[in-house]
Every structure is written in structure tokens, then in C-alpha cells.
């Protein structure tokens, strides 16, 4: 069964940044568009960023411009640049595929407040 492990959340200042990272187990990894998630407190889950297997990237309106998806195919792993956070995007964030399709995991908490 394929694994996500999210990781790298925590608290910050609002004008702070933070790296997330996301390491998906399994030899498919490549071929996946992955994207970044996040779930508010009350509000439903979201995406945040996307990454294509060929770099291409897309992003939320309240994202962009402050938010920087990539990815590193050799080590399964997919990181969100968050830089400029503001306290709305305090959230649990998650990593997937583009269609959800792999087992969610914990997700990290991301905490803006001063």
C-alpha cells in the first residue's frame, strides 16, 4: 500500500515561511500529479498547488505568488514554499495525487498567529 508522510508544519509569525515536505512510498511516484491540500478548522478540504510529472504547476488564487510547489523524483518527495504566510492559512495540510487517489495521511498542522 502506497504511504504519504507529510511533515515540516509548525507555528510561525504571520510574514514567516515554512517548507513542507511530502514523501510517497512506491515506484510510481513519478508518473502521479501531486498536489498539496489544506483543511481549515469548520471549512472543507482544498487544494493549494499542483505539480504535473512534467514541472508544469497551478495554484489557488490565495496562494499565488507566496506559494512555490516542486518536486524531487529521486526521493519521492514534494515540498510547498510557503513565504508570506497570513493567519488564514493557518490549516492541516495534505499531499495526494491530483485525483485523491492514494490513502490520506496525517497531514501537518500550519499555525499563523502572532
Known amino acids: 500500500q502506497v504511504q504519504v508522510v507529510e511533515s515540516g508544519g509548525g507555528l510561525v509569525q504571520p510574514g514567516g515561511s515554512l517548507r513542507l515536505s511530502c514523501v510517497v512510498s512506491?515506484?510510481?511516484?513519478?508518473?502521479?500529479?501531486m498536489t498539496w491540500y489544506r483543511q481549515a478548522p469548520g471549512k472543507q478540504r482544498e487544494s493549494v498547488a499542483s505539480?504535473?510529472?512534467?514541472?508544469?504547476?497551478i495554484y489557488a488564487d490565495s496562494v499565488k505568488d507566496r506559494f512555490t510547489i516542486s518536486r524531487d523524483n529521486a526521493k519521492n518527495t514534494v515540498y510547498l514554499q510557503m513565504n508570506s504566510l497570513k493567519p488564514e492559512d493557518t490549516a492541516v495540510y495534505y499531499c495526494?495525487?491530483?485525483?485523491?487517489?492514494?490513502?490520506w495521511g496525517q497531514g501537518t498542522q500550519v499555525t499563523v498567529s502572532s
Open positions: 512506491g515506484s510510481n511516484f513519478r508518473l502521479y500529479s
Open positions: 505539480i504535473t510529472p512534467d514541472i508544469k504547476t
Open positions: 495526494n495525487t491530483a485525483l485523491g487517489g492514494l490513502t
